[in-house]
């Protein structure tokens, strides 16, 4: 590999142990994972430079940029070496390749102060790469060492690592690594007379994840043109027909056998429907049908568009990016976070980001180490990298982390779901957009490397234990503040003193420019001149260049007349703009490299040419072997640890040292905040202003309800929908004002029987959509999330071959909020008002009526009688009143007397769900009381303690600051303690 | 005089700038946003305003340290049009990335030569977004009311207040202290400052940085307990603007 020499390096330190807070936090975790022996851990930040610059130069940069006199001292060297030191040392430097944003800022700042000093007449600098040195006290051996490089300090997917310990002594790096070079040579893939074998062999060959019909397509289309695809060809279509870019298992025909829809699985009614289009007749039909005209824009953008006000609509996005985190959770989880915001700024002609959602399902964190298979990370490793992933993307771009869940199943294990959302706000003149041909095809942000090639087509396959070797260029860091500086560009030239700069916009995700240009041109037609991509680092291929999923990247079609007045906005903001082509009418994509033509797609083909299927689906009850779930019986003796063991229980305690970290409060919008009252107890939902000018707010909040889906994926989903429409009602949104999102995450869908449960899940979308009048906007969905283990992995960890998570929807909603300052939090209030808690019976589940009892608690609260308004899951109503004891700082002490023989399961969890409301003594609450039963729970919100008196027997008497300690701490072991301070 | 005009100085990476001008406007003034690039090229433009604003975010990332990469960009010319404004009575603000930005470049220097100070990682090693009780210390800062208790917002990763070794700051320059609140559930001091230090001022008590967000507490609503309380007049953010309005000039 080709090198740079490496002129200095500068180590920097701090001052004293008690400012090295990475090396504190490294202690903890090595500490959290086995690592006894080690009695100390210190850093040093190291930054290379590749230059002709004095050791004068160097002491200039140490002065004013690099190195803090207050805490650090630096030492600066001209020769490579590893220090003196009792201790082993680990220093971790990235691959080759990947983006280092330190080293961006560094290299530019450092260049802009000693030109700004006169200390230089040019930029002396032309390389910056930074690494970490770890020095580890009390290791006892080298293979001790290696562990821990392995399994904290490093990621192989995108780190290097150098030790010197005991006999072990690396030779550091002398040189920057520089990518190879590839020289040009067009290559085509013959397809001509090959059989199904031979095709099926090129699909696997070239990770095309193409299906043997699916090659056949691609055969004949290249045959009636007379000659063979190129590479580029090939890889643009596989991409453009991935499961991720066009979702086929979802919009395929189905024939459905099984069960009939909403009776409850006791049923024995079978029967068969067709499906043409499984997505449109369900999900998008139930939209179609509710016809809302507040709903400005479903299913055809980056993101659906609901009204706010006269003048603009709010888009709401959310997206998984469950196969990258599985194998780099921090970088998988913060690019995860960047498409999704891209998705808003490339919504219509813009949206401005205002929030993101966050909903994690993973394994339990206390897994035990040695039953991971190979190729798995630890579940409080991926937990931990993709908490810091989310933090740092949304934080860095100044939008607040409002509303999330976290799930834990071990069937998360290999596969776990990191489900990240974005809302924007958006002008209603903004919303449409149409590339017109003439205009050029600009791409602006990010530079061009081998960074992420292959997302698409890799996230649509299951997992193996290779796959982190196989699919490493697939993962990738991004760079938060390159992303905020395309949105602040952006956003300027929308609204430009002369009116849009651009025709049309979309993000560069999954595909890269291959389906962002792709999918812009698709009624018209582009030519592009790959070499005119900026790239971070020379010698790419041409596919690469036009595949290549690097991150902070937007395509805009900009009118010829408009180039100079965007070139300067962009400019002005640092953000890198290029011409790379022309949108035209021809029907065809058109890809040069330099003089040669690399490719001619056919639009058409392209975008319509994947074989339709018919898929068959089966659902004939619960699978065999799946009890219901048989809880332990609750009597007044037990009834008080059952409730404290589920207030500590990690699915259930509160997520405060998740949300702690993320800036919930930036651009100074919250209304609702993840903690309510002087307690800080859970809120339900968010509630934001989008503008600081305006009282008028939306909520957002979610559902999933994936412990449901053993029974009867249908009521999973119908059940999904209705809490996320609860937690809306909850905080004061008007439940005919919501809109919802579908992510399904399903394992395999290649069984009937895996597809009928798929098929369940959306016919009770559809259903519920219809019954709650409730239209889906937008969706997403991830399939094939299983991993396969090694068979002796199999053997030795006792695990079945496939690990398939379980079916999994997550139901985003949306509420629209007329006036914040009528918003309800779960808090109880000191007030010796009414509390009763509102039952939905799922006993006999009538959805019409669960609607009207939405709609009349969302009245009461509209009229103010509502002092405190939170929901109930399964985990019962005790539960409930206790984190509304915890959030009110407040006892309360609830005397039973007219109960049914219910009421304990009621209190102590069973299948039902509900409202629990603080209300005025003179609301008016006939309408409540005759749509369900409801269970009155007078009570005085008094004192320190939460008590529960049924006919004399004390169920409950807890003190709130006990119930308080362990639903406050139920997670912060497996996170490494502290949640702040 | 009119309504004292407010530059909101903004870079990459810089994120509370739109919230801030909302601030400053509320409070009676006259705020616009100003790109640092264009008062680095001419740093006389500070000359127009009356109150020059560093806004909170994650100034470049805050790649190497927080505000470094910001601070290194002022420059001398930068930094001398600076001191020109507070000799003519006019106010420096920093918040939050912005505090940061002030200590790196010196403009906050706590005493002799020898002693720096700093805000580096907190002692919990992560980002912490929570409200603080403060109590104001400084009689003479334009921007506190002495002896008022202030509850507001912090928001980050690097806010622990330091001073190089042997060093020491004067009691006349610590404008704010983490301080006991009422029903407070959190630690006192979300980052482990030196001596509970939010905020110091220069010698002149005109320029001023803080951790605490002001500019996220200037409506009722966004109090986190808002539900359970009055509407009060003075939402305690808001209260810093007004303030600063009136003591400018």
Not at chain 1, 579 to 588: Q, W
Not at chain 1, 658 to 672: A, K, L, P
Not at chain 1, 909 to 924: C, E, K, P, S
Not at chain 2, 36 to 48: G, H, K, S, Y
Request: glycine residues 10%.
């Amino acid at each position: 590999m080709a090198g740079r020499k490496i002129n200095w390096r500068v180590c920097v330190r701090a001052t004293g142990d008690e400012y090295d807070a990475k090396g504190r936090e490294a202690l903890t975790e090595l500490q959290h994972l086995g690592f006894d022996e080690v009695t100390s851990v210190r850093t040093t930040r190291i930054y290379e430079f590749c230059g002709s610059l004095s050791r004068e130069q160097i002491a200039v940069l140490c002065d004013r940029l690099f190195v803090d006199p207050a805490i650090e001292s630096a030492s600066v060297e001209d020769v490579i070496d590893w220090p003196e030191s009792n201790a082993a040392i680990v220093e971790v430097h990235f691959q080759p390749g990947v983006m280092d944003p330190v080293a961006l800022s560094a290299l530019q700042a450092a260049n802009d102060l000693l030109l700004a000093d006169g200390a230089a007449a040019d930029r002396p600098i032309e390389l910056i790469q930074t690494a970490w040195r770890y020095e580890i006290a009390g290791a006892t051996k080298l293979s001790r060492i290696e562990a821990m490089a392995q399994s904290a300090l490093a990621n192989a997917c995108v780190e290097r690592v150098f030790v010197k310990a005991f006999d072990r002594c690396d030779a550091l790096p002398t040189d920057f690594a520089i990518p190879p070079v590839v020289e040009f040579e067009l290559v085509t893939v013959e397809l001509a007379g090959k059989d199904d074998d031979a095709l099926t062999a090129i699909s696997k060959q070239g990770r095309l994840f193409l299906s043997t019909q699916e090659m056949q397509a691609i055969q004949q289309h290249y045959k009636k043109l007379g000659r063979n695809p190129t590479d580029i060809e090939l890889e643009t279509i596989a991409q453009t027909w991935s499961e991720h870019c066009v979702h086929k298992t979802l919009k395929s025909a189905v024939e459905y056998k099984g069960r009939a829809f909403g009776a409850e699985s006791t049923s024995d009614d079978e029967i068969e429907r067709r499906y043409d289009n499984l997505l449109v007749d369900t999900i998008a039909r139930a939209t179609r049908e509710l016809n809302r005209d507040w709903c400005l824009s479903v299913f055809v953008d980056n993101a659906g568009v609901v009204a706010f006000d006269e003048d603009n609509g709010i888009a709401f996005k959310v997206e998984t990016h469950n196969h990258p985190s599985a194998i780099e959770p921090y970088g998988g989880a913060a690019t995860g976070v960047g498409g999704c915001v891209r998705d808003i700024l490339g919504c219509g002609l813009g949206a401005k980001p205002i929030a993101n959602t966050d909903v994690f399902c993973v394994a339990q964190p206390d897994w035990d180490s040695n039953r991971l298979p190979n190729g798995v990370l630890h579940p409080r490793r991926i937990l931990r990298g993709i908490i810091s992933g989310v933090r740092d993307y949304g934080n860095r771009m100044g939008i607040p982390t409002v509303a999330g869940s976290l799930h834990f199943d071990e069937r998360y294990l290999a596969n776990p779901l990191v489900f990240v959302g974005s809302v924007g706000i958006i002008p209603r003149k903004h919303i449409a957009k149409a590339p017109q041909a003439g205009d050029r095809v600009v791409v602006v942000g990010g530079r061009t490397g081998r960074d992420g090639i292959g997302g698409a087509t890799f996230s649509s396959g299951e997992l193996t234990d290779s796959h982190a070797d196989e699919f490493a260029h697939a993962v990738q860091i991004g760079n938060a503040i390159e992303e905020k500086k395309v949105q602040d560009a952006l956003l300027r030239a929308r609204d430009h003193e002369s009116g849009c700069l651009y025709s049309a916009v979309t993000d560069c995700g999954a595909g890269g420019l291959s389906s962002a240009v792709g999918e812009m041109a698709e009624h018209l037609g582009a030519t592009v001149q790959l070499e005119n991509v900026p790239l971070k680092y020379s010698g790419l291929r041409y596919n690469e260049i036009w595949l290549s999923e690097a991150q902070e990247r937007m395509v805009l079609s900009v009118p010829l007349a408009k180039m100079d007045a965007l070139r300067d906005v962009f400019a002005r903001e640092g953000v890198e703009v290029a011409d790379i082509g022309e949108f035209n009418d021809s029907g065809t994509l058109e890809l040069r490299f330099n003089d040669e033509q690399v490719g001619r797609l056919d639009l058409d083909f392209m975008h319509n040419g994947v074989p339709k299927t018919t898929r068959v689906a089966r659902w004939h009850g619960p699978p065999e072997g799946v009890a219901p779930a048989n809880p332990t019986k609750i009597t007044p003796q037990n009834s008080e640890e059952i409730m404290l063991a589920k207030l500590a229980s990690i699915n259930s305690c509160s997520r405060e040292p998740i949300f702690r970290q993320y800036d919930f409060e930036v651009q100074g919008g919250s209304v609702i905040k993840p903690t309510v009252g002087v307690g800080e107890g859970p809120s339900d939902a968010a509630v934001i202003t989008p503008r600081l000018d305006s009282n008028r707010g939306v909520a957002i909040g979610m559902g999933l309800c994936s412990d449901r889906v053993e029974p009867d994926p249908y009521w999973m989903a119908v059940r999904s929908i209705d809490e996320a429409i609860r937690n809306l009602v909850c905080v004061g949104a008007d439940p005919s004002r919501i809109a919802i999102l579908d992510n399904f995450c399903w394992g395999g869908c290649a069984d009937e029987t895996a597809m009928g449960s798929l098929v369940r899940a959306c016919q009770g979308c559809h259903d519920a959509a219809l019954a709650y009048k409730t239209p889906f906007i937008s969706g997403k969905d991830s399939l094939n999330n299983q991993f396969s283990l090694s068979p002796e992995d199999a053997e030795r960890l006792n695990l079945p071959k496939t690990i398939a998570i379980p079916p999994t929807l997550l139901v985003s909603g949306i509420g629209h909020i007329e006036d914040v300052r009528k918003c309800v939090t779960s808090d109880l209030k000191r007030a010796d008002e009414y509390i009763v808690a509102v039952v939905f019976d799922w006993e006999s589940p009538d959805l019409e009526k669960f609607a009207k009892i939405h709609m009349a608690v969302a009245d009461l609260i509209r009229s103010g009688d509502v002092l405190a308004c939170h929901d109930f899951g399964e985990d019962g109503i005790a539960c409930a009143l206790a984190e509304m004891c915890i959030g009110g700082k407040v006892g309360v002490n609830i005397d039973l007397q007219d109960i049914s023989k219910n009421t304990l399961a009621h209190l102590f969890g069973n299948r039902h769900t509900g409202y629990i409301l603080q209300v005025r003594t003179t609301a008016d609450f006939d309408p409540i009381h005759e749509l369900t039963s409801s269970l009155d729970l007078w009570g005085n919100p008094e004192g320190n303690r939460l008590k529960l008196d049924m006919h004399g027997d004390i169920l409950f008497d807890v003190e709130v600051a006990t119930l308080e300690r362990l639903w406050r701490n139920g997670l912060n072991r497996d996170l490494g303690g502290r949640v702040d301070g | 005089m009119g309504k004292p005009r407010v530059a909101i100085l903004r870079s990459a990476g810089i994120n509370c700038d739109e919230e801030t001008v909302f601030a400053w406007n509320l409070a009676g003034a006259d705020a616009s946003l100003v790109h640092l690039d264009e008062v680095v090229a001419t740093p006389n433009r500070v000359d127009e305003y009356d109150i020059l604003t560093f806004p909170g975010g994650f100034s470049f990332g805050d790649d190497i340290s927080a505000g470094a990469i910001f601070a290194s960009r002022l420059g001398r010319q930068l930094s001398d049009a600076v001191r020109r404004l507070v000799d003519r009575g006019g106010l420096v603000l920093g918040i939050c990335n912005g505090f940061q930005v002030l200590v790196k470049a010196g403009l906050l220097n706590v005493g002799d030569t020898d002693t720096s100070c700093s805000l580096t990682i907190n002692t919990s090693a992560r980002f912490t977004c929570r409200w603080v009780t403060l109590e104001s210390n400084a009689p003479h800062c334009a921007f506190l009311d002495a002896g008022r208790k202030y509850f507001l917002p912090v928001a980050h990763a690097e806010g622990r207040f330091v001073v190089s070794d042997g060093g020491e700051i004067g009691s006349d320059r610590i404008a704010l202290k983490y301080a006991e609140g009422v029903d407070r559930i959190g630690p006192i001091n979300p980052n482990g400052s030196l001596n509970d230090i939010a905020a110091i001022t220069d010698s002149t008590g005109r320029i001023m940085g803080l951790m605490p967000h002001p500019e996220r507490y200037v409506r009722h609503t966004q109090h986190p307990f808002w539900t359970t309380l009055p509407e009060v007049a003075d939402p305690d953010g808001l209260a810093i603007f007004r303030t600063a309005v009136k003591n400018v000039g």
